[in-house]
């Protein structure tokens, strides 16, 4: 009798192998690809590159940290030839400079048009890319869906991002938008616009509670900015914030014992929703700003 069919109960299967731990690692996984997008756990940041031993930085990243457009933007500026550094013309992406040169985008790059829209997302719909069938919210951008002044085009579609995000289980304001210089003011490492929120939450609202999400709390092991933080009347809280985390007010709730039962944006910066219905969109006019 081998050593296996002694491990063996009758009738029977095989004691688990050391195999087992991948199995249910396989099985978490599984389950952790089935959630939403915005309820994943947070994925641990990205180690920047190391930098050249040379000094020299691509000139896209250089043109996104010198507020002149984005990254994706300056690739394009550079392919059509529209980029000077030291009055030199490059075409080639990847071209690298030294962060002292000089760097001027050709006039030509100025009539570029960058539009910016501002969508009332409702329940359902995921602020970023398309993902384990959710529908990403730029599908409500279309001509039916229009609300206010602007002429729909097609080509306003053309490299349409969200500019922040906003959890699918969520709705209120949503900002889509073409200008990279628009998407760094509100996203930018250094940006200073503040978002509000209108919260409906269960549970017992306290003043320490409350105290505690204004100031004192911790994600991942980071201290959040402080946050303005009022009671409007019953389990209906205000939120001012000035950064966003994944899930943020939501985690915070948790961590003073209460659940979030319904979240709104209702302002981005000096732009309000107003009126505009769930679902519907409109282009930002020439005389908003964030």
Known sequence: MTTRSLLRKPGGRAPATAG???STR???????????????????PAS??????????????????????SRREADEFIERGWVLV????????????????????????AGVSRI???????IGYVSGQAEDGYTPAV???????????????HEHLRGLAPAGRLDIDSTGLLVLTQDGRVARELIGDDSQIDEEYLVRVDGNV?????????HGLHLDGVALRPAEVTRLGGNQLRFVLREGRKRQIRRMCELVGLKVTALKRVRIGKVRL?????????YLQPGESF
């Not at 590159?49 to 930085?57: A, H, L, M, S, Y």
């Not at 490059?90 to 071209?95: D, E, I, N």
């Not at 599908?139 to 085009?153: P, S």
């Open 20 to 22: 087992a731990p991948r």
């Open 86 to 109: 030291d009055g030199e013309r490059v075409t080639q992406l990847g071209a690298r400079a030294l962060p002292s040169q000089d760097i001027i985008l050709d006039k030509r790059a």
């Open 139 to 153: 599908a409500l951008v279309t001509r039916a869906t229009q609300h206010g002044d602007g002429r729909f085009a």
């Open 206 to 214: 306290n003043e320490d509670g409350l105290k505690r999400l204004r």
């Open 274 to 282: 107003g009126d505009l219905p769930p679902g519907k969109w409109r």
């Open 116 to 122: 910016t829209i501002l969508l009332h997302k409702p």
């Open 26 to 44: 396989a099985r978490l996984a599984q389950r952790t690809r089935k959630l939403p997008p915005e309820s994943r756990p947070p994925a641990a």
């Open 48 to 69: 920047p590159p190391p930098p050249r031993p040379d000094g020299r930085v691509r000139v896209s990243k250089l043109m996104a940290d010198r507020g002149l457009c």
